[in-house]
């Protein structure tokens, strides 16, 4: 147990929906990352925040967005969804923002778009 | 842009056999490497990570190596055992961002 809370666990949805993932940090984290693995493919980074702000951005889509709240969870939101969204989505936490940390992840959250 | 690039992208060995894991990267002024396995469907877990200020690094039957003028490092893996078995990432930070980039990962097979 790494002591990050994904939730849900399975999300089955269709094409033009909307859905928000969640992600609670390990006790003490002050940074969220989020990545999105599709099948057999490696960890593809979104977005990562620090203490309640935006730190670093990578291949996030438009239709996507996210936030960290003042008690440190984080919620990504998927909107318009597309066949090709279809994916694990992993949130990962460490102690500071920087990238000398180490990661820890959260057991994901399987995105399956009909 | 910056990248990591991580051979082979599949291993077999048979089970007491050594498996060596080799990654590359491009930002000289990476100063942290860590390194995960992934079993099937589950999460990537964080088995060793080296630092830019030390050679190596050992914990048991896994080692990782860091050679900074050639810009490589590899995890070195000894005495396999069938639950070895996962596909294993490599990563690198990236000098004045928050992020590190992940290599593309090896499927390491360990053979009974």
């Known amino acids: 147990d790494s002591g990050v809370t994904q939730t849900p666990k399975h999300l089955i949805t269709a094409t033009g929906q909307r859905v928000t993932l969640r992600c609670s940090p390990r006790s003490g984290d002050l940074s969220v990352y989020w990545y999105q693995q599709s099948l057999d493919q490696g960890l593809q980074f979104l977005i990562q925040?620090?203490?309640?702000?935006?730190?670093a951005k990578g291949n996030i889509l438009e239709r996507f967005s996210a936030q960290q709240f003042p008690d440190l969870h984080s919620e990504l939101n998927l909107s318009s969804l597309e066949l090709g969204d279809s994916a694990l989505y992993f949130c990962?936490?460490?102690?500071?923002?920087?990238?000398?940390?180490?990661?820890?992840f959260g057991d994901g959250t399987r995105l399956s778009i009909l | 842009g910056e990248n990591v690039e991580q051979h082979p992208s599949t291993l077999s060995v048979q089970e007491g056999d050594s498996a060596v894991i080799k990654c590359t990267y491009s930002?000289?002024?990476?100063?942290?490497f860590p390194w995960y396995k992934q079993e099937l469907g589950k999460r990537p877990q964080l088995i060793i990570d080296i630092r830019s200020n030390v050679g190596e690094k050992k914990d048991q039957r896994i080692a990782v190596t860091l050679n900074k003028t050639a810009k490589h490092f590899s995890l070195h893996i000894t005495e396999t055992q069938p639950e070895d078995s996962a596909v294993y990432f490599c990563?690198?930070?990236?000098?004045?961002?928050?992020?590190?980039?992940f290599g593309t990962g090896t499927r390491l097979k360990v053979l009974a």
């Open positions: 990563a690198a930070s990236i000098s004045g961002t928050y992020k590190y980039i």
């Open positions: 930002d000289s002024a990476s100063n942290y």
């Open positions: 990962a936490s460490s102690v500071a923002g920087g990238s000398n940390q180490p990661q820890h």
């Open positions: 925040y620090y203490n309640g702000e935006e730190r």
